[in-house]
Every structure is written in structure tokens, then in C-alpha cells.
């Protein structure tokens, strides 16, 4: 079966002070975030990548088959199209330097939040993945997410989810 994917916005040009939901799937949908040292590389190439082309990560998690992360725009000339690109590029290069597979589908999957959509509700949303994948039962608990503007506690503080 082909795979299909989402299109780009056409009247849309994904540059500029805009927020975005992306997600990111692993090569047919294997477990490649598993480990400390398979997640740490990825997560330091988001944190350089978003740096070097003007966006902030609000959120983000890696479960064990996909990545999300929510992402801002912090200057008028920050491409998205263009930051993901070469994220993805870069960890699949680092990616086949250590392993025999490849790290990503191709595409990605994006939603451009608009002006009355809650940053917060979105961040919860990708907090709360492990939680509802079963992997954890506080959030705390698990290694693989973050943010690269507030601390941990602080972004679970602000989505207010309730740890048991």
C-alpha cells in the first residue's frame, strides 16, 4: 500500500512567528527511542537545530515509535519547513553512524496552531502521551520529554496535570 502523505498548507508559507504540533514517525514504526543513548543525540540535534533556525520547543516527547514536540517561531524569517528538515536530516545521519536501520518515515505530520488554539492544551497533550500509552504513571517518571524554555516541573505545572 502507497503511503500517503499530509500535505503542506498551500496558501500557507510556514515561515515567520507561528506555532506548531509536529509529529514525527520512526522507520516503519520501530521502537528506536528505547534508550538513553538512542533519545540523548536526537534530543541534542533539536535543541541546536531549533537554535539555529529561530524556534523555540515549547514541548516534546519521544515515545518509543514517534516524536512530538511543539514548536514556536521566534523571528520572522524562522522556516519550519526548513527546521525540520534539516533535524531530520541530521539525526538520521548520526542515527546511521551507530545503527544499521534507518531512523525516519518519510514526512512528517504538522498542524499549525491557529490564534484562539490553547499552546498549553497542546503541550498537555504531548506531556501526557506516556501516560496514556501506559509507559509511566507520573510524568516525572519518564526521561524522554521536555521543554527548552521552562523546566519540566514548571511546564507540568503550567498544563496542570494532576501526577498521582
Known amino acids: 500500500m502507497p503511503l500517503i502523505y499530509a500535505p503542506r498548507l498551500r496558501s500557507f508559507d510556514y515561515v515567520g512567528y507561528h506555532r506548531y504540533f509536529l509529529t514525527i514517525c520512526s522507520f516503519d514504526r520501530v521502537r528506536a527511542f528505547v534508550s538513553d543513548a538512542d533519545v540523548g543525540p536526537v534530543v541534542t540535534r533539536l535543541s541546536q537545530t531549533a537554535d539555529a533556525y529561530q524556534f523555540?520547543?515549547?514541548?516534546y516527547c519521544l515515545m518509543p515509535d514517534h516524536m512530538h514536540a511543539l514548536v514556536a517561531g521566534d523571528h520572522e524569517a524562522a522556516d519550519f519547513r526548513e527546521f525540520v528538515r534539516i533535524f531530520k536530516q541530521q539525526t538520521a545521519f548520526d542515527w546511521r553512524r551507530c545503527h544499521t536501520t534507518r531512523l525516519w518515515q518519510r514526512g512528517y505530520i504538522e498542524h499549525v496552531l491557529r490564534e484562539e488554539e490553547d499552546t498549553l492544551a497542546v503541550a498537555r497533550y504531548i506531556i501526557e502521551n506516556?501516560?496514556?500509552?501506559?509507559?509511566?504513571?507520573?510524568?516525572?517518571?519518564?526521561?524522554?520529554?521536555?521543554s527548552f524554555t521552562v523546566s519540566v516541573r514548571e511546564l507540568l505545572y503550567d498544563v496542570q496535570i494532576q501526577r498521582t
Not at 523555540?56 to 514541548?59: E, R
Not at 506516556?130 to 521536555?146: E, F, H, M, N
Open 56 to 59: 523555540s520547543v515549547i514541548a
Open 130 to 146: 506516556p501516560l496514556r500509552a501506559g509507559l509511566v504513571t507520573d510524568p516525572l517518571d519518564y526521561s524522554y520529554l521536555g
